[in-house]
């Protein structure tokens, strides 16, 4: 569990880091926030998951044979779409931001995906982009305290003025990774079958990295040092509705591996009795 959660969790971190960069988009984290879910956020449920109970039908499965794979092809399939799917929901939450997102309590001004995408051009707009002019109306947001950017509304989608949009990133990714966490309890069984408080320390664990994270986010010392700001309730929606999918998406993947594993072991069955 330890190592599926841990290697599902990187491989979303690298496919978040390589799409932003395959869409021209602006860095949605910064290298200061993938280190502290690294080495601070990921740590408790990484190691709550040592404490999870064995799988009910352990006992009915065959044992593992000495040539068997640690990581099969079919493993590396599921760590590979939980992974990009982690890449996606972070990503797409960022751009989410400034592309659709017209129900937020501060009103911040919407942008097209083309300006976002070529943002480090911003200069050249107005050849680039003549029947699509750039020029985001920062009246509503200054007035809900957010940036008056209206000198420099290139610097929107830079520095300070993403920081609403980079704590997107930064929120999918930690609460997609508790989600991730939940899914790690059991290889193949599902949450309705074996439920989170089977493994009351994970969710001790969950708590004290959401906790963490509502650290960093709300105190304001620590959201500066980290480039963040606090998140209000229609952001938290948002953040949720990209992260819950992970556990739908594993759910899907269990009951293929269960599948598998029944035919797996009917073919064995067979193959002894011949």
Not at 7 to 14: D, Q
Not at 109 to 123: D, Q, R, V, Y
Not at 243 to 265: C, H, M, N, Q
Request: hydrophobic share 50%.
């Amino acid at each position: 569990a330890f190592i599926r959660y841990l290697i599902s969790s990187n491989i979303g971190e690298v496919a978040s880091i390589f799409l932003t960069a395959l869409l021209g988009l602006p860095e949605g984290l910064i290298p200061v926030q993938l280190l502290w879910v690294n080495l601070v956020t990921d740590g408790p449920p990484a190691t709550a998951l040592g404490f999870n109970p064995p799988d009910a039908d352990i006992m009915r499965k065959p044992p593992r044979r000495a040539d068997d794979q640690l990581i099969t092809r079919w493993v590396f399939f599921r760590y590979m779409v939980v992974g990009l799917y982690v890449g996606f929901a972070t990503v797409g939450s960022f751009a989410y931001w400034y592309v659709a997102y017209d129900w937020s309590e501060y009103g911040q001004p919407l942008i097209s995906f083309s300006h976002l995408a070529n943002w480090g051009k911003c200069a050249q707009f107005g050849e680039l982009f003549p029947d699509n002019p750039y020029a985001p109306d920062f009246s509503t947001w200054a007035s809900h305290g957010g940036l008056d950017l209206s000198a420099k509304p290139c610097e929107y989608m830079t520095g300070k003025g993403k920081n609403t949009a980079s704590t997107f990133s930064l929120s999918v990714l930690v609460t997609i990774e508790m989600f991730n966490a939940l899914n790690a309890i059991s290889e193949d069984g599902s949450l309705l079958q074996i439920p989170p408080w089977v493994n009351p320390w994970l969710l001790v664990a969950m708590l004290v990295s959401f906790g963490l994270h509502f650290v960093i986010m709300y105190v304001p010392m620590l959201a500066t040092v980290f480039s963040i700001v606090p998140l209000t309730l229609n952001d938290w929606i948002v953040v949720f509705a990209f992260s819950f999918p992970v556990i739908i998406i594993d759910e899907a993947l269990k009951f293929v591996g269960r599948i598998r594993e029944r035919a797996a072991f009917a073919e064995r069955m067979r193959s002894k009795q011949d």
